[in-house]
């Protein structure tokens, strides 16, 4: 995997975008969180819920979207320090969801450089599902 | 009637729940890495998203025992507010890590149209994945509680 030269503060980094959120894996990501919650797979569920008449994705495969495309740029899974993020809307199965982060902060620090992004992923067409902050060293790299 | 946030953080905050244990399984990580459309082939270290997987199939308890803690009513609604992902080291695929779970911050604030929303922190931190049984990291978790009645 190749690895990013440092960025400067402002530049964005991650642009990009999942197309058609599937049923399929969502409902796989049910079993594998063992999430019992019926939105993720029950479309009379969803309309008690008041949802809509598709599969809601877990916040967390959102999320994870965005940590995917952070550490794809940032050169491996192994770079990221942390990411916090916040839910402020769903996604629902078909959606299409943009992913994005921006440089907020470069720092040295003992093995490479650390880079504060800012990050979120919105419903194209939609509302912003979820604004975090996430943090990845790259390694051997001057700030 | 809605129990009072002192009350409830007298009831459950730092509150340790019994945790558990869990195995990156490897058929488990390759249909993870799929349905998360990841763009990243690693064989070896896990998706960043298995520490959110361990922090909820290793709480100790369901997420509907965690409801009952937090006193949640039939006209309340529950809501995952916030999660944060600390990784010292990526989970490994194969590895497994024991999970301790503990109930950090408890409370509340009201929304704009007066409901009061309560919120519950759960940390989970996992250790394993080496014989050394060294941190890989933790998971913070914000539970939101839509209180029905204001």
């Known amino acids: ?143 | 009637m809605t129990i009072p946030i002192e009350a409830m953080r007298d009831e459950i905050g730092g509150r340790r729940l019994p945790g558990g244990t869990i195995t990156v399984e490897p058929h488990e990580a390759f249909i993870a890495d799929r349905a998360l459309r990841s763009t990243v082939e690693d064989p070896a270290d896990a998706h960043p998203t298995w520490f959110v997987i361990a922090s909820l199939r290793c709480l100790g308890i369901t997420v509907e025992e965690l409801c009952a803690l937090a006193h949640q009513g039939p006209d309340d609604t529950l809501l995952f507010g916030r999660c944060r992902i600390d990784q010292r080291e990526p989970l490994r695929v194969g590895g497994t890590y024991e999970a301790a779970a503990t109930i950090r911050e408890v409370a509340t604030r009201s929304m704009r149209d007066g409901t009061r929303l309560d919120s519950v922190e759960v940390e989970v931190v996992l250790h394993g994945g080496t014989e050394s049984r060294v941190e890989a990291g933790s998971v913070t978790s914000v539970y939101l509680f839509k209180r029905g009645d204001r």
């Open chain 1, 1 to 143: 995997m190749s690895r990013p030269g440092v960025p400067a503060v402002g530049d964005r980094v991650v642009d990009a975008v999942v197309r058609g959120v599937r049923d399929d894996d969502i409902q796989a990501m049910a079993l594998v969180l063992r999430d019992p919650n019926p939105i993720h797979f029950d479309l009379a569920a969803v309309a008690r819920a008041g949802l809509g008449d598709r599969a809601v994705n877990q916040g967390g495969s959102t999320m994870a979207y965005v940590a995917d495309h952070v550490v794809a740029w940032a050169g491996g899974r192994r770079a990221l320090r942390s990411i916090d993020c916040s839910f402020r809307g769903s996604v629902s199965a078909g959606d299409d969801v943009e992913v994005g982060a921006v440089v907020t902060s470069v720092e040295q620090v003992a093995d490479g450089a650390e880079v504060e992004l800012e990050v979120w992923a919105d419903v194209v067409g939609g509302r912003r599902a979820i604004a975090g902050v996430a943090r990845v060293v790259l390694a051997g790299e001057s700030a």
